[in-house]
């Protein structure tokens, strides 16, 4: 089968199709003919070699999530899972492929109205924004902050936190027309990337997908005792002294933590993504779909998350 390798650290350039060995599913999992992959943010700061020191070496697939067809079931796993469609998040990569195999604990069924491109628009994405907020501790009545809100990430944390009862939700983007359609998904104000523009005097949570050189300037923007969660790093790591400004707003008592979804237990990642997946075939969430590619484009995917062109989730198909 073909898949997707990260054949050398840097530029989109870098990302080869190659053929391996179609999967077998052992005792415990299942076979998924994947039809849907999402493209994510953290597969591009892998690619650029960013994320090394953390164990990802060249030669790796990325992808941490597929929506597609169970096709087979490893032994003691339950025969009815067979034919059904699903979603799974795949961990740290793997997703960029024809068919994966998983432990059936991973896969999460989906509606049946519900196509395979929505599913990974809504799924990582929401289950982190989800996540993220609770790691936050927010609660209906607060202001909410969303930095970098254009990606699929930000788009969904904009919804949740405006379903949840944010009393405000800003984003910053790059453009009006990006800011207007964020507005559509329930953005109340519309600030440029420095967090400049005519927003709430201060947050109380701050929900960072961007991180990179400006995220001690955030800090200034935030009322006393709130709450910064950084879920990405697309704009890079944070200054090395960034810890000095927050020590410098002490009195403000402010709270910076990081959040990862490996840090959530399988069974609770599920239950989110299934209650989401249900929400959005009940048109209570909008899945944002930027492009649909065929995998072998995965470097042209990969230039267009790059040049920031993307609105939303780009989709790679087999």
């Known amino acids: 089968m073909r898949a997707v390798e990260i054949r050398t650290f ?33 597969d591009t700061v892998i690619r650029r070699g ?15 999530e597929v929506a597609g067809t169970v096709t087979a079931v490893g032994g003691g796993v339950d025969p009815a899972w067979a034919g059904r469609r699903v979603w799974a998040f795949t961990g740290e990569g793997g997703g960029y492929v024809e068919q994966v195999a998983l432990p059936a604990e991973k896969i ?13 628009a809504v799924g990582t994405s929401g ?8 790691h936050a501790h927010f609660t209906a009545g607060e202001s909410v902050l969303v930095r970098g809100a254009a990606g699929s990430i930000g788009i969904m944390a904009v919804q949740l936190a405006a379903s949840g009862g944010a009393s ?32 709430p005097a201060g947050y109380d949570v701050v929900v960072d997908i961007v991180s990179g050189v400006d995220l001690p300037s955030f800090f200034d923007r935030m009322n006393p005792n709130g709450r910064m969660v950084v879920v990405g790093v697309v704009a890079g790591m944070p200054p090395a002294d960034f810890g000095a400004k927050l020590m410098a707003t002490f009195r403000k008592s402010l709270s910076f933590a990081t959040f990862s979804a490996d840090s959530i237990p399988e069974p609770d990642r599920r239950a989110v993504s299934a209650e989401h997946f249900g929400a959005t075939a009940r048109g209570e969430l909008r899945p944002v779909v930027h492009e649909v ?3 072998e484009k995965a470097v042209l995917a990969h230039r267009k998350m790059d040049d920031g062109e993307v609105f939303g989730r780009i989709v790679l198909t087999p």
Do not use: C, K, W, Y
């Open 293 to 295: 590619l065929p995998l």
């Open 10 to 42: 840097g530029a989109p350039e870098g990302l080869a199709v190659i053929d391996v060995p179609a999967p077998v599913p052992a005792d415990g999992e299942v076979l998924i003919t994947v039809e849907a992959i999402g493209v994510g943010g953290v």
């Open 108 to 120: 999460v069924p989906l509606p049946a109205n519900l196509p395979a491109t929505d599913a990974v």
């Open 50 to 64: 960013a994320l090394a020191g953390f164990g990802f070496q060249e030669g790796f697939v990325p992808g941490n």
């Open 168 to 199: 405000a939700v800003a984003v910053t983007t790059s453009s009006a027309e990006r800011g207007d359609r964020l507005r559509e998904l329930g953005a109340t104000h519309v600030l440029d990337r420095s967090g400049e523009g005519d927003g």
């Open 127 to 134: 289950m982190v924004a989800h996540f993220a907020l609770a």
